[in-house]
């Protein structure tokens, strides 16, 4: 068992005793956990010495791969000169990677400028933030089925139920239908025009008629790997300006080529946004994450102060401009292209021989396929697929699954991730469905 190890015992004992209960709320094996102990490109190992396919990437956090080198040199001699740096100062490093960031924005798209934090949900509400300064105004849309963090505003812009707080810093946000195409509100393959009537009606009815902004994930990820349908972005992004708002795409989970077609996940639907929120794969395990903002926004937030102690650290930016670097001399994006294309082919052979599988969705390394009891009624399948789930799991792969039916896999490795790898996942998928 993966964790039968005294040391693993141990730890799992302690961490009980030490640690916050909320840190148990999003078990991946409640009953055996997993402990993990080194990693190396796509691959860990546990404490007792078994290794694994991550194909979590640890939520999407290792973009280039464990222990990389390039990141290992870059944060080393950082972390050698300066460990930490204050924007009350000026470094090297955050004005480097903010350089380097502007640079890979779409060509002729605007004067952009970027805003260091350290984690993705602190991103978020920093954008929300923004937004209601440049605009005036104070209502937010986001998506049903939406994932944005668990942190004041974000949790407010998060539409699950289990995700939601009762209390007062959740004020200020709607919730729009999401344009499902597999099992949405209005039925499956409806196109983007009832959603898009819907958005309307939800800002009429809900809102003081005029927002301070609207967010989209272009592929919705803890939601079940929902993609936004071609042409929803752009006229969502419309609407919102219409009504006063800033147009914002949260790309935590879609940015630095994961999408393999594109850099941006809303370079894929022809929607610049005014606000394109970044986090998780940004440092390659380190706590960074950021806006990129319009100028003309950012200098509407100067109006009020906002400090943030550890934004800019120089030694995440190091990890941050090593992602960028690898990405780019390891061709990365199109390594994620070619490995999603693979397994997609894949997964549409299994769907072909394993009736579990109602749908395979996604593109690049951001891949999920949900299990249904009838491909009719896409009734989800729940007990199965915790089957389905250890067995895959003690085969020497980890996958975590997403929706709040619990019943989408995801597959989010390491970009770096090989074909031969691919293949070993495609046969671990093969025999854990075969199993029964």
């Not at 050698?80 to 004005?95: A, D, I, N, S, Y």
């Not at 709040?404 to 854990?432: K, Q």
């Given at each position: 068992m993966p964790c039968s190890t005294p040391a693993a015992g141990s730890l799992i004992?302690?961490?009980?005793?030490?640690?916050?209960?909320?840190?148990?709320?999003?078990?991946?094996f409640p009953a055996d956990p997993l402990c993990l102990e080194r990693g190396q490109g796509a691959h860990v190992w546990d404490t007792s010495g078994k290794r694994y396919l991550d194909c979590t990437a640890q939520n999407l956090c290792i973009s280039v791969g464990y222990a990389h080198p390039v990141t290992l040199t870059m944060v080393g001699e950082q972390m050698?000169?300066?460990?930490?740096?204050?924007?009350?100062?000026?470094?090297?490093?955050?004005?480097a990677y903010a350089e380097e960031l502007v640079a890979r924005m779409p060509e002729g798209s605007g004067?952009?400028?970027?805003?260091?934090?350290?984690?993705?949900?602190?991103?978020?509400?920093?954008?929300?933030?923004?937004?209601?300064?440049?605009?005036?105004?104070?209502?937010?849309?986001?998506?049903?089925?939406?994932?944005?963090?668990?942190?004041?505003?974000?949790?407010?812009?998060?539409?699950?139920?289990?995700?939601?707080?009762?209390?007062?810093?959740?004020?200020?946000?709607v919730h729009a239908m999401?344009?499902?195409?597999?099992?949405?509100?209005?039925?499956?393959?409806?196109?983007?025009?009832?959603?898009?009537?819907?958005?309307?009606?939800?800002?009429?009815?809900?809102?003081?008629?005029?927002?301070?902004?609207?967010?989209?994930?272009?592929?919705q990820g803890?939601?079940?790997?929902?993609?936004?349908?071609?042409?929803?972005?752009?006229?969502?992004?419309?609407?919102?300006?219409?009504?006063?708002?800033l147009a914002i795409c949260d790309e935590v989970q879609t940015g630095f080529g994961r999408m393999g077609s594109h850099y941006w996940g809303f370079e894929a639907h022809d929607a610049v946004p005014?606000?394109?929120?970044?986090?998780?794969?940004?440092?390659?395990?380190?706590p960074i994450a950021g806006v990129i903002a319009r100028r003309e926004i950012a200098q509407s937030f100067t109006q009020v102060r906002f400090f943030n102690t550890y934004g800019s650290n120089p030694m995440a930016a190091a990890a941050a401009r090593s992602v960028l670097k690898v990405v780019d001399d390891e061709g990365l994006q199109a390594n994620a292209l070619a490995r999603g294309q693979q397994l997609l082919a894949g997964l549409h052979r299994l769907q072909q021989r394993h009736s579990l599988i109602g749908d395979v969705r996604g593109t690049g390394l951001i891949l999920g396929f949900e299990l249904v009891r009838n491909r009719t009624t896409r009734e989800?399948?729940?007990?199965?697929?915790?089957?389905?789930?250890?067995?895959?799991?003690?085969?020497?792969?980890?996958?975590?699954?997403?929706?709040?039916?619990?019943?989408?896999?995801?597959?989010?490795?390491?970009?770096?991730?090989?074909?031969?790898?691919?293949?070993?996942?495609?046969?671990?998928?093969?025999?854990?469905?075969?199993?029964?």
């Open positions: 004992e302690r961490r009980r005793r030490t640690s916050s209960p909320s840190l148990g709320t999003f078990p991946l050698g000169r300066m460990q930490h740096c204050t924007t009350l100062f000026h470094h090297e490093q955050p004005v004067d952009w400028v970027v805003h260091l934090v350290n984690s993705g949900a602190e991103a978020i509400d920093l954008a929300f933030m923004m937004a209601r300064a440049h605009t005036g105004h104070f209502e937010m849309v986001s998506l049903r089925n939406a994932y944005h963090g668990l942190h004041f505003g974000a949790a407010g812009s998060t539409a699950f139920s289990p995700c939601r707080f009762a209390t007062a810093s959740l004020q200020g946000f999401h344009p499902d195409q597999y099992k949405g509100a209005f039925g499956p393959g409806a196109g983007i025009t009832p959603y898009l009537d819907e958005l309307r009606r939800t800002i009429f009815s809900s809102t003081a008629g005029h927002i301070a902004g609207m967010i989209i994930e272009p592929i803890f939601g079940g790997v929902v993609p936004m349908p071609p042409g929803y972005m752009k006229e969502a992004f419309r609407i919102t300006r219409e009504a006063g708002g005014d606000i394109v929120v970044l986090g998780k794969g940004m440092g390659n395990g380190f989800p399948v729940v007990e199965e697929g915790e089957r389905i789930h250890r067995r895959i799991r003690d085969a020497g792969v980890i996958m975590v699954k997403g929706s709040a039916t619990r019943n989408t896999f995801r597959i989010n490795p390491p970009m770096g991730i090989t074909a031969e790898d691919c293949e070993v996942l495609l046969d671990v998928l093969e025999r854990a469905f075969a199993a029964g």
